[in-house]
């Protein structure tokens, strides 16, 4: 069996380096770790790709004593900023390979025990509102059709006022039940260009505002199509998308405000329990207030809004609709900058090509 295969095969992220501590091999972990290629990281000296005075220290010290070391809770600064990590340095007697390093993420297993928490949560949440909003809904329709049929029989304009105000705030509540019901039917999965959903989302953004908000557009033209729901993920992003200028324009003029759509493909990422090879990472960021402290764990959750007008609904719709594609949104805020990114496998054949053909 080749040996290549099984190292691609770890979560352990294996650096070799030769005798003069340049690259000679990453796994598919490590490529995705340090967002770099074997091919263009072959023969680099380790320090261009990781910067930490320490393992330094302990490559020359693993060398000389041969002998293997291992350093915990060490904070590694990549192309991706910084990391914290457990490595082990193992000295070898290969000289393409005379030190091996193996890196532990513990960001990454503490964001994985983070995302299972906080999915188990919205799943109850979820079902608790389902719930509620049927409850809700059974005696609204009841209310409804009692007003509609009332306000037939009256003639005097000014008790069909009363009507009127009784039918508008029922189907108000309808629609807000309806969105906490969300889509019954399972999504429809046909192949899509995920930059021609972007486009369409941005469209209708532009259209709202009226072409005063600035969004800058930085796409990855070589991610593959791959099926998706196109309305369902329309909605998603537009909510995001919405969420993003409806944060800017609390704060500042629209004309002011930035937002910022990116796409990329990342390796090997983690969604669950279960290691992507391959996934499409999409990035809307805005220069708005941030999120305030005291919402930033709970902003997924339905009935939740840092906005007096807001419904709450937005987000946690958002979130199911791409948690039937089997994916998942985080989000980073502070001050002047917040992130949501949504990550969506790519399970398709011709993803599958783009692998081979990347790596």
Do not use: W
Not at 194 to 201: A, N, T
């Amino acid at each position: 069996m080749n040996a290549n295969f099984l190292l691609d095969n770890l979560n352990t992220a294996i650096i070799a380096l030769d005798e003069g501590f340049s690259l000679s091999y990453l796994n598919q972990a490590a490529e995705a770790l340090l967002d770099i290629s074997q091919k263009s990281s072959k023969g680099l000296p380790v320090s261009s790709i990781i910067e930490h005075s320490a393992l330094q220290e302990d490559l020359h010290r693993a060398r000389q004593q041969n002998q293997q070391f291992t350093r915990r809770e060490s904070e590694l600064m990549t192309h991706n900023g910084a990391i914290l990590v457990d490595y082990t340095v193992t000295p070898s007697d290969i000289s393409e390979a005379s030190l091996i390093i193996e890196v532990h993420p513990r960001d990454r297993l503490q964001r994985i025990t983070r995302e299972e928490s906080l999915v188990a949560k919205q799943t109850t949440s979820r079902i608790l509102a389902r719930g509620l909003a049927h409850e809700i809904k059974n005696p609204l329709g009841g209310i409804l059709g009692s007003a509609q049929l009332l306000d037939r029989q009256l003639n005097e304009p000014d008790q069909k006022e009363y009507t009127y105000i009784i039918i508008e705030e029922a189907k108000r509540l309808r629609d807000l039940v309806d969105q906490m019901l969300g889509p019954i039917q399972p999504p429809k999965m046909l192949d899509l260009n995920i930059h021609e959903v972007l486009e369409r989302v941005i469209q209708l953004t532009h259209a709202e505002t009226e072409g005063e908000l600035s969004i800058i557009k930085d796409y990855d033209p070589s991610i593959p199509n791959f099926p998706a729901d196109r309305e369902r993920l329309i909605q998603a992003l537009l909510n995001l998308l919405r969420n993003a200028m409806q944060a800017i324009k609390q704060y500042m003029p629209l004309s002011d405000g930035e937002v910022r759509v990116t796409s990329r493909i990342a390796r090997q990422f983690t969604i669950g329990n279960k290691r992507q090879r391959l996934v499409c990472h999409l990035t809307i960021t805005d220069n708005g207030p941030g999120i305030p402290e005291h919402l930033k764990e709970s902003i997924f959750y339905p009935m939740i809004s840092g906005r007096p007008e807001g419904t709450g609904l937005g987000l946690p719709m958002a979130q199911y609709i791409i948690s039937q594609h089997h994916g998942l949104i985080e989000c980073d805020s502070k001050p002047g900058q917040t992130s949501f990114h949504v990550y969506l496998p790519l399970l398709t054949e011709e993803a599958s090509q783009f692998n081979g053909a990347y790596q």
